[in-house]
């Protein structure tokens, strides 16, 4: 039997990327919805130019299991939700006073700090809210809801967030818990969406790690000479340096990889996206 090899990455990131906008833009309240300069602002975020690469992970893992996409694409535009919220706190005065983001001006410069905070907010509401509204299956919705949840909350996103302000926790503890989690509840979730096992879900959430952590290592990496480098946080490169990230780079992706050997070809879009995590250049 011939088979044909997964379409090119890019391709198919494009196709993801025009898929959650539109079902985002139809989940989120419309512009002129009163108050309509919150809803500009969630907007403003949530639909500008992001790589999506959360809810790729997390499709692709449905896809590899042979799930139905639809189980899962409420689950994706909700971690981006999340993902969104957390870059509109991220960039506030308090935290990392950005005033770019995505190439615009950050949320506060466009709409004021005080808008700012409630759009992150609502953002964040919004995203449960269309995992219980729009997911088909309510026993799925709930797993669903509680792995974001954890993911999102103060022992994970936020908490690393917390410990990345405070400075002196080790680098992998705050990138575990900053940027790894969000990916850990995609493995996770995506294989929920395909009615895995609880072993196989388990198995996906190393998976999620496993690239969550290569993808803020790649971040440090990437921001070496850019505005982090100055301001004594703890990147990797900062910790052990320029080297010893890159090898760190291979060996988790490396990792990834292995865990995808149960899968076969079955896994080429993943395998795919461990090459795209290990080569980005932004
Ligand atoms: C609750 C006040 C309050 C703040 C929370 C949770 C939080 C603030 C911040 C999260 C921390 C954060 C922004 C981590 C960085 C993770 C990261 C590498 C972001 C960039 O992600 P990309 O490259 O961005 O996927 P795009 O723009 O492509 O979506």
New binding site residues.
Partial sequence: MIRTAAPPLEKWLGRIGRIIDRKLDSYLPPENELPRSLHVAMRYTALSK????RPALLLAVNETLKGDPENAIPAACAVELI?SY??I??DLPA?DNDDLR?GKPSNHRAFGESTAILAGDALQAAAFEIIARHTPDPVLANRLVLELASAAGSRH??G??QLDLEKDADVDEIHLR??AALFVACGRMGAWSAAAEEAIVDQFGRFGRFLGLT??VM?DILDVTGKDAGQKKPTYPAVYGLEASRRRLTDLIESAKEGLSPFGRRAERLKQLCDYFLSRKY
């Avoid at 992001?50 to 690469?53: D, S």
């Fill in positions: 992001g790589k999506r690469v993902h957390s870059l706190h991220d935290m995505r996103l936020v690393g967030q900053k940027t993808f803020q971040d």
